[in-house]
Structure formats: structure tokens, C-alpha cells
């Protein structure tokens, strides 16, 4: 089969990796995988393809300027994705593909669906964060564009076959909360990860808590993009009550993202530099190998949100057998 995946986050760096980069590679293993990659972040300045790990990617690149501030990052969910459209469908134009997969928001990527729907004989749509309900509840959209939002979003729905959501509660929300056709297909489909099982007993936990300068303490793990909805200050209230307890507990926090300030200044102010401790961002390998200390995989979300989510940093966890202690809608 010949696959192609339109995204706005794939790492191109060697022991990175996203969701998306996950499912293309795994796919590479038994068919042809082209990934277009609408990049908004303003690290590359060209328009270039590349192979990485069996899969095709071309990457279209946008002026980051255009996208600032509040206003830029609606402009940047609604229009970027027009401005490389024609492109897209020039080099893509001798191919056809059996399946064409979309991430949410549907709507960001919809005007390059659209151009290449003739060429497609199915889509997917792997539909999470539900656009942009989810977005609006934590303040992230302002209110008078919800609705238009909205109309948009679930328009967009309409151009797939199949909708695959992370749970069976996300499958009921969706219906009840947006308009379906009858031939789309609403259905779970699992969070998923690098299918390898990482080692863990007594000896390398050991060997890992000294090579990381931990004796005794309970250690515990929050890995993943520090933005809103992830509940990270949910790590500064266990580490304030773990201090008045007098408890041995240290809190480890690998990632980056707008929150990154946030929570230095929470550190401090709150006077917790003790135990919460910023590892910023690491390689993959890296993370995975300080999991080995972990006593606990922290899986949080704000508690805010009507949305049903379960974050995707839960894989690794499991993966490392790491007992997970979530807050979640």
C-alpha cells in the first residue's frame, strides 16, 4: 500500500520522536510511507525531502512571523496550510495513495486533504483533542471564534472515512457534541508507542539511581510538553505537601514548551527547588534510561475539561514498567 501522512509535528532528529513519527515508521515496515510536513516552527528556511528510518518526508516550510501572537496562532491553525497547498499537490503530483492519515484540529491540514482527495482511495483522521471545545475550555481560543471554529472543525470531518479516537468516552463526546455523516466511522484507536519493552529490575534501577547521584528518595517522573491542559502545577502541590510532610520525594519534569517559565518561577517562588527538579528536554534514549530510578509515571491533565484525554506519555511508562499515578479527566 502507499501511505501518506499529513502533520505538523515530525522529528527529524536522530533519538526524537513524536506520535506521528511513531506510526510512519511502523507503517514503513510493510508499505511505502510519504509524510508532508507543514513546518510553522521556523527552523527551516526551505522546502526539502529527506528519508529518515524508511520514511519519505517532505517538509514545506512557513514564515514563523506571520504566526505570532494571538492572532497569528489562529491564522497559523486556518491559513498556513493553504499557502503550501499548491506545492504540496506539485510534488505529490505522480502519486496516488490507498490511505491518506490527518492528526487534529481536521481543519489545519484540510485545504491540502482537499487537493489531494482525487488521489486518495481512503482517510483517517486521528481525532484526540476534539477542536476546539477542548481549546476553548482552557482559555486557549477566544470565545467568539468558537463557534465559526467549530463549524470548521467538523466540517472537516466529513472528507473521512474513519475517525479514530483514543477511548470509548471520546467516541460518545464526539457524537454528541459534533455532526457526523453516516458513511464516517467513529472508532477507538489505542494510544500507541515503540513496540520494545525496556529492561527493568532491582539491578539496573540501582546502577541507574547512582549514575543519576538518588539514594533512597521516591522518585517520580513527568515527561512531556509543558503546555496548558497538562496540569503540571499539579506537580508543585505534591511537591509543597511532600515538603510540610517531611517526605523523601523528589520530582523530575523532562520537557519544554510555553510553561517551561512558569514552572521555574513556581519552584522558586513556592520555595520547592528541593524537590522539583527541571531536566529540560532530553533525547528519547536519554529519558527512557532515567525512567529506570522512577517509582512513579506522572499522567496529568488539568481536571478542567469536559474533553475525555488521556495523554500519550503513559506509553513509556508502561513500556518501563513504571507504575502511573494520573490525574485525568
Known sequence: MNLLLLCTAYSLEHNHSWLSDSLAEQLALRHKVTVVLLD???KHKNNFRVQKNGVDVLVFSTDRKMFLGPAGKIFK???ASRLISSSVKKSLADETFDLVVNFTPALVMHPIYSKLKTKASRGYLVLWDLFPIYHSELGLIPKCLFLP???LENAAYHGYDRLGLMS???VKFLK???????STTAEVLNLWGPNTVLARDKDTQYAARLAN???DELVCVFGGQLIKGRGIGKIIEL???AKKQGLKAKFFIFGDGPEREKILNDIVKFDVAEFVIYKGFKPREEYLDFLRCADLGLVFNSGDVSVPTFPSKAVDYLRSAVPILSFVE
Open 40 to 42: 510553522w516552527s521556523g
Open 149 to 151: 471554529l467549530k463549524y
Open 168 to 170: 470509548g468516552a471520546n
Open 239 to 241: 511537591a509543597i505537601y
Open 77 to 79: 491553525w486556518l491559513f
Open 213 to 215: 547521584d538518588i539514594c
Open 176 to 182: 454528541k457534541n459534533y455532526d457526523l455523516r453516516s
